[in-house]
Nanobody
Framework: QVQLVESGGGLVQAGGSLRLSCAAS????????MGWFRQAPGKEREFVAA????????YYAGSVKGQFTISRDNAKNTVYLQMHSLKPEDTAVYYC????????????????WGQGTQVTVSS
Protein backbone atom coordinates (compact mmCIF):
# COMPACT_ATOMS: atom_id res chain seq x y z
CA GLN A 1 0.00 0.00 0.00
CA VAL A 2 1.02 3.58 -0.70
CA GLN A 3 -0.51 6.47 1.19
CA LEU A 4 -0.52 9.90 -0.42
CA VAL A 5 -1.34 13.18 1.27
CA GLU A 6 -1.51 16.41 -0.72
CA SER A 7 -1.12 19.90 0.66
CA GLY A 8 -0.43 23.42 -0.51
CA GLY A 9 -3.64 24.30 -2.29
CA GLY A 10 -5.45 27.56 -1.73
CA LEU A 11 -6.77 30.74 -3.25
CA VAL A 12 -4.45 32.78 -5.44
CA GLN A 13 -4.87 35.65 -7.85
CA ALA A 14 -4.32 35.18 -11.55
CA GLY A 15 -0.63 35.38 -12.35
CA GLY A 16 0.35 34.06 -8.95
CA SER A 17 2.17 30.88 -7.95
CA LEU A 18 1.54 27.91 -5.71
CA ARG A 19 3.52 24.84 -4.79
CA LEU A 20 1.65 21.63 -4.10
CA SER A 21 3.19 18.85 -2.08
CA CYS A 22 2.43 15.15 -2.02
CA ALA A 23 3.85 13.23 0.92
CA ALA A 24 4.10 9.52 0.22
CA SER A 25 4.43 6.67 2.67
CA UNK A 26 4.16 2.92 2.62
CA UNK A 27 5.93 0.86 0.03
CA UNK A 28 9.26 1.73 -1.45
CA UNK A 29 8.54 4.29 -4.10
CA UNK A 30 11.51 3.67 -6.35
CA UNK A 31 9.45 1.47 -8.65
CA UNK A 32 6.60 3.93 -9.01
CA UNK A 33 5.76 6.82 -11.26
CA MET A 34 4.07 9.69 -9.48
CA GLY A 35 1.49 11.82 -11.21
CA TRP A 36 -0.53 14.95 -10.68
CA PHE A 37 -4.04 15.15 -12.05
CA ARG A 38 -6.70 17.82 -11.72
CA GLN A 39 -10.46 17.89 -11.92
CA ALA A 40 -12.51 21.02 -12.42
CA PRO A 41 -16.24 21.09 -11.64
CA GLY A 42 -18.23 19.32 -14.32
CA LYS A 43 -15.11 18.10 -16.11
CA GLU A 44 -13.22 14.85 -16.28
CA ARG A 45 -10.03 14.29 -14.36
CA GLU A 46 -7.10 15.29 -16.52
CA PHE A 47 -3.41 14.51 -16.47
CA VAL A 48 -1.10 17.35 -15.48
CA ALA A 49 2.39 15.94 -14.95
CA ALA A 50 4.30 12.83 -13.90
CA UNK A 51 7.73 11.95 -12.63
CA UNK A 52 9.41 8.60 -12.51
CA UNK A 53 10.78 8.12 -9.04
CA UNK A 54 13.76 6.01 -10.07
CA UNK A 55 15.38 8.38 -12.55
CA UNK A 56 13.47 11.65 -12.24
CA UNK A 57 12.23 11.67 -15.83
CA UNK A 58 9.30 14.05 -16.15
CA TYR A 59 6.26 14.28 -18.39
CA TYR A 60 3.79 17.13 -18.84
CA ALA A 61 0.45 17.79 -20.39
CA GLY A 62 0.80 20.22 -23.25
CA SER A 63 -1.46 22.71 -21.51
CA VAL A 64 0.92 23.16 -18.56
CA LYS A 65 4.33 22.64 -20.13
CA GLY A 66 6.53 25.58 -19.26
CA GLN A 67 4.10 26.74 -16.60
CA PHE A 68 4.23 23.86 -14.09
CA THR A 69 7.22 21.90 -12.81
CA ILE A 70 7.09 18.51 -11.14
CA SER A 71 9.93 17.40 -8.89
CA ARG A 72 10.67 14.98 -6.08
CA ASP A 73 12.66 14.90 -2.87
CA ASN A 74 13.88 11.38 -2.21
CA ALA A 75 14.85 12.09 1.39
CA LYS A 76 11.38 13.39 2.21
CA ASN A 77 9.43 10.96 0.01
CA THR A 78 7.64 13.98 -1.35
CA VAL A 79 6.61 15.05 -4.83
CA TYR A 80 6.01 18.68 -5.67
CA LEU A 81 4.09 20.56 -8.32
CA GLN A 82 5.31 24.11 -8.71
CA MET A 83 2.75 26.20 -10.54
CA HIS A 84 3.47 29.63 -12.00
CA SER A 85 1.44 32.19 -13.96
CA LEU A 86 -1.78 30.66 -12.73
CA LYS A 87 -4.97 31.35 -14.64
CA PRO A 88 -8.61 30.99 -13.63
CA GLU A 89 -8.83 27.91 -15.85
CA ASP A 90 -6.27 26.20 -13.60
CA THR A 91 -8.90 26.15 -10.87
CA ALA A 92 -9.51 22.53 -9.90
CA VAL A 93 -8.99 19.90 -7.26
CA TYR A 94 -5.46 18.61 -7.72
CA TYR A 95 -4.73 14.97 -6.99
CA CYS A 96 -1.48 13.13 -6.46
CA UNK A 97 -1.36 9.54 -7.65
CA UNK A 98 1.06 6.63 -8.02
CA UNK A 99 1.31 3.96 -10.68
CA UNK A 100 3.54 0.94 -10.95
CA UNK A 101 3.77 1.54 -14.69
CA UNK A 102 6.79 3.06 -16.37
CA UNK A 103 4.64 6.03 -17.38
CA UNK A 104 0.99 6.81 -17.88
CA UNK A 105 -1.20 9.85 -18.36
CA UNK A 106 -4.37 7.74 -17.98
CA UNK A 107 -5.97 8.09 -14.57
CA UNK A 108 -7.49 4.56 -14.35
CA UNK A 109 -3.98 3.11 -14.57
CA UNK A 110 -2.91 4.77 -11.36
CA UNK A 111 -3.09 2.51 -8.32
CA UNK A 112 -3.09 4.94 -5.42
CA TRP A 113 -4.61 8.37 -4.96
CA GLY A 114 -4.52 11.16 -2.43
CA GLN A 115 -7.59 12.98 -1.21
CA GLY A 116 -6.97 16.05 -3.35
CA THR A 117 -6.25 19.69 -2.63
CA GLN A 118 -8.29 22.61 -3.94
CA VAL A 119 -6.63 25.28 -6.05
CA THR A 120 -8.71 28.34 -6.84
CA VAL A 121 -7.40 31.08 -9.11
CA SER A 122 -9.32 34.33 -9.04
CA SER A 123 -9.39 36.74 -11.97
Amino acid sequence: QVQLVESGGGLVQAGGSLRLSCAASGRTLSSYTMGWFRQAPGKEREFVAAIRWSDGNTYYAGSVKGQFTISRDNAKNTVYLQMHSLKPEDTAVYYCAATHLYYSNYAPLYDYWGQGTQVTVSS
